[in-house]
């Protein structure tokens, strides 16, 4: 019997009247995938449950921060020791300099750090800092990177290969545009090309090291390396936005990973432990002109608020644990398997990629590798077999353009569940 979800579909109307789309952050509005979302009631590990009663496994898992799964005891305890001294005291804590001090340890490149509360505020302030650095005004992106939603990277390529960017959302200046160059990703050619062009006006290359926001797209071999060579030959910042990749890919995040290191890198997500948290820093020369070390502005009422520095500390510490990162790998791997192996026994083509326990499996039979490949996947497809899923009460993310975050909450019955309910969906999916 196909589950109710009346209570849902009752509340999203309602919430339509007061809140624009009736969500607070667009894509929770299920519109790529045809479906109205449910509201979620509750969660515990890898489970939530909606207002109707449905149970899910979890695979969005708060977009990303909560590796640990929904509720681990170090991090409710966390939060509950501090929430017994206060909320919030706009002054300095101790537990402000433990977190940094644990990503300091953490980052091979960063030697100081600023906390804030999202990570656009981290990838808006970095852009600021990298900027009044170089005295330069242009920064480059990838097409398909995303990172946050201040002006100047809400940004997509224009017609030709080397000219300016235009907005992707009304509202957002042209002149602010007009500084925002589109690169593509795991294309270093077309980046040396856009350096000899206009490099001595390049400030900052900004990029998510593994792209999770057009699905997962590892970087070809040489890519981060070769960003690192063009940025330095030109005198221009390398912005690691590690929002998603910070402690996900290993402790040490992607830098660590593919041992290549930025000037500045952009956090969020894992280090809030499921609390509004972002953070940008790098080293020491760089950071000390923030205010107000330097003459580089930038502040917030609830930045490195204790709750969430708490909750960070905690997240961070139960990584510290060993064989952590190869258990994701373990699970996420053995997810990716049985996801794949679904699929071909579906006849669908489906073409996955994963980097640690990120993975995106796209409704294509072509390689992904950056945003023009990815867009080859059908989104109906995706959405078919979405909406079957959630019926199996496995909780994807809506859209085909995002990760799927396997946590340590999630078990090996879990991932035999979802590949079971997969077959299922793709079948549907392959119609
Ligand atoms: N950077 C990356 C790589 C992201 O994935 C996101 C959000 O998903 C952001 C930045 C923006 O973070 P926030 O939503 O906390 O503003």
């Excluded at 509720?71 to 402000?96: F, K, M, N, S, W």
């Excluded at 070809?220 to 890919?249: M, P, Q, W, Y």
Aim: hydrophobic letters at 40%.
């Amino acid at each position: 019997m196909a589950p109710s979800y009346q209570k849902s579909k009752d509340l999203f109307e309602e919430s339509q009247l007061f809140i624009p789309g009736g969500v607070n952050s667009p894509v929770r509005a299920f519109k790529s995938v045809g479906t109205n979302p449910p509201f979620i009631a509750k969660a515990n590990g890898a489970r939530m449950w909606d207002v109707d009663g449905n149970e899910y496994i979890d695979y969005v898992c708060s977009w990303g921060p909560l590796i640990l799964g929904h509720r681990h005891p170090a991090v409710i305890h966390a939060i509950q020791r501090c929430l017994e001294r206060g909320t919030t005291y706009g002054a300095p804590t101790d537990l402000e300099l433990t977190l940094a001090q644990m990503i300091v340890e953490a980052l091979p490149s960063v030697e100081m750090v600023r906390m804030v509360n999202s990570g656009t505020e981290a990838t808006m302030s970095a852009l600021r800092l990298a900027r009044a650095y170089t005295g330069r005004n242009k920064i480059v992106k990838f097409e398909g990177c995303y990172h946050g939603h201040h002006d100047s990277l809400l940004i997509k390529a224009g017609s030709g290969l080397l000219t300016h960017g235009v907005p992707t959302s009304p509202g957002v200046p042209d002149n602010i545009a007009g500084n925002t160059i589109n690169a593509r990703y795991n294309d270093l050619e077309l980046l040396e090309q856009i350096f000899n062009e206009v490099g001595s006006d390049i400030a900052a290359v900004i990029v998510e090291p593994v792209a999770g926001n057009m699905g997962v797209v590892p970087p070809t071999k040489d890519f981060l390396s070769g960003l690192r060579n063009l940025c330095t030959k030109h005198g221009a910042l390398l912005i690691f936005d590690e929002v998603i990749t910070g402690f996900r890919v290993s402790y040490g995040g992607a830098q660590s990973y593919y041992n290549v290191m930025p000037d500045l890198t952009c956090l969020g997500k894992i280090i809030g432990g499921g609390l509004p948290v972002g953070a940008y820093g790098g080293r020491k020369e760089i950071m000390q002109l923030v205010s107000p070390a330097g003459p580089v502005y930038q502040a917030g009422t609830l930045s490195g608020n204790p709750l969430a520095m708490s909750a960070g500390i905690a997240t961070l510490e139960q990584l510290q644990q060993p064989g952590v990162y190869e258990e994701l790998d373990r699970k996420s791997a053995l997810l990716a398997q049985g996801l794949s192996q679904a699929a071909r026994a579906a006849g669908v083509p489906v073409s996955f990629n994963r980097v640690q326990s990120l993975q995106s499996g796209f409704f294509t039979k072509h390689p992904v590798n950056d945003f023009a490949s990815a867009s080859t996947s059908d989104t109906n497809r995706y959405a078919v077999f979405f909406r079957s899923m959630l019926d199996q009460g496995i909780y994807l993310a809506p859209s085909q353009f995002e990760a799927a975050f396997v946590s340590l909450a999630h078990t090996d019955s879990d991932i035999e569940r979802t590949v079971e309910a997969a077959y299922t969906a793709y079948k549907m999916a392959a119609q």
